[in-house]
């Protein structure tokens, strides 16, 4: 029985649990990766940490976007920008202790062109409405080949690019399709279009776009189907307003695409005077009711639209890049209240441009001078205030309203092209 008292009383003793040495003090540093290659946008990134803990034997990694690890020296990968509070708990033979850093991921829009690209959500480039929107230049950039517009199929075309690598082409119903098929050179059916897109960085030159072409069976473009090496388009400059793309074709000259951010005031403002100088006139197309009347709420109510009159169809509108617009009458202009054809009223004058003033229709406005009879755009006899709201404008048609918009203020719905 003695025996057995000690045997059990040596049992006892060693089940007694016993923690020595020094507390664990954890820590680490860290390193940031873009992955892949460090280039390529959008990317993510690759954070390796260097555990710097000291009497520890296991460790548990919180890395602040729901991602753990028990290892040492773990690898983590995050795939979206901002702020984490990476979480270290080590464990040592003194009990554990955690230590917490806030480490900074960027994102594709920390780069410039980038940015500009997409707006940092979305943005909709087209194609500029500029004479010399298309170039073709020799190898070495030395020679012009070719200057040109685009065609009216390819001027109403929209590019967007998206900050998650998506990109997205909207044909508005045709392609310009270019050196393929049977007609080309001409406005086809609408062609399929690249999904995603990467952007090289190229920090020994100009950063690059590229497209993906995976399940494709055409290449993808923009601007015009002509094939690039590579579906890789050059950026040679990028602001807001204004982009210029070039890329390589299969002969090694060089294809250079003049783009305009869509929605903003000035690139609206381009479309209106063409780079230099354009001339409008009223659509004169059959059935185009080019001239209506009526409320603001009811553009038509006084009237839906009918042919023009002779001395309609000759008058041409002028807009320069200088704010000066030109309106030739050709001799004789419409007149109320008879609304037949008399005297001229042709005048030359400065406009302003700029954003709709109040909550209406219109995605900017010309104004001229209030109350001044010998001014006017599209109608004779115009709202006194001689504000022209711009509906709509592409590079080769556009439609104004007359008159601010007031509730009971008469407006003139005009649809204009471009002069041929």
Not at 102 to 109: A, Q, R, S
Not at 158 to 168: E, Q
Not at 346 to 358: E, K, M, N, R
């Amino acid at each position: 029985m003695l025996g057995i008292a000690i045997f059990t009383t040596s049992c006892a003793d060693d089940e007694t649990p016993s923690l020595s040495g020094s507390k664990s003090t954890p820590g680490f540093t860290y390193t940031l990766k873009q992955s892949p290659g460090g280039d390529t946008l959008p990317f993510t990134t690759e954070v390796t940490f260097t555990n710097t803990s000291t009497e520890a034997f296991t460790y548990f990694w919180d890395f602040g976007d729901n991602g753990k690890a028990t290892v040492a020296n773990p690898t983590h990968t995050y795939t979206s920008s901002g702020d984490f509070v990476v979480k270290l708990t080590s464990l040592g033979k003194a009990g554990n202790a955690t230590f917490t850093q806030v480490i900074t991921i960027g994102g594709p829009c920390d780069y410039v062109p980038f940015s500009t690209l997409t707006g940092c959500s979305n943005r909709t480039w087209t194609m500029s409405p500029v004479s010399d929107a298309i170039r073709i230049l020799s190898a070495d950039g030395n020679t012009q080949l070719f200057a040109g517009p685009g065609a009216a199929c390819q001027t109403d075309d929209a590019y967007t690019f998206f900050t998650d690598g998506t990109f997205r082409y909207d044909s508005k119903g045709q392609t310009f399709v270019a050196n393929e098929g049977s007609a080309p050179y001409s406005c086809q059916a609408a062609q399929t279009n690249a999904a995603k897109f990467i952007m090289i960085k190229n920090t020994s030159g100009n950063p690059r776009i590229i497209l993906n072409n995976t399940g494709m069976t055409r290449n993808p473009f923009i601007g015009t189907t002509d094939v690039v090496n590579g579906n890789s388009y050059e950026v040679i400059s990028a602001s807001e307003n204004e982009l210029v793309l070039q890329g390589v074709l299969a002969d090694g000259n060089l294809l250079r695409m003049k783009f305009i951010n869509g929605f903003s005031i000035n690139t609206i403002k381009l479309f209106l005077h063409g780079g230099s100088s354009k001339t409008w006139m009223l659509d004169t197309t059959a059935g185009a009711n080019a001239v209506t009347a009526g409320l603001e709420a009811n553009p038509t109510q006084y009237y839906s639209g009918g042919p023009l009159a002779p001395c309609q169809k000759d008058d041409y509108y002028t807009f320069t890049s200088t704010d000066n617009l030109t309106v030739d009458c050709s001799g004789s202009t419409l007149l109320p209240p008879t609304f037949e054809c008399g005297a001229d009223k042709s005048f030359t004058s400065t406009y302003s441009f700029g954003g709709v003033a109040g909550s209406v229709a219109g995605v900017a406005q010309i104004s001229l001078t209030p109350n001044n009879p010998i001014q006017w755009i599209g109608v004779f006899d115009r709202a006194p205030e001689n504000v022209y709201r711009i509906i709509s404008i592409s590079a080769n048609r556009m439609v104004l309203r007359s008159g601010n918009g007031s509730a009971n203020g008469v407006v003139h719905d005009m649809k204009f092209v471009v002069r041929q």
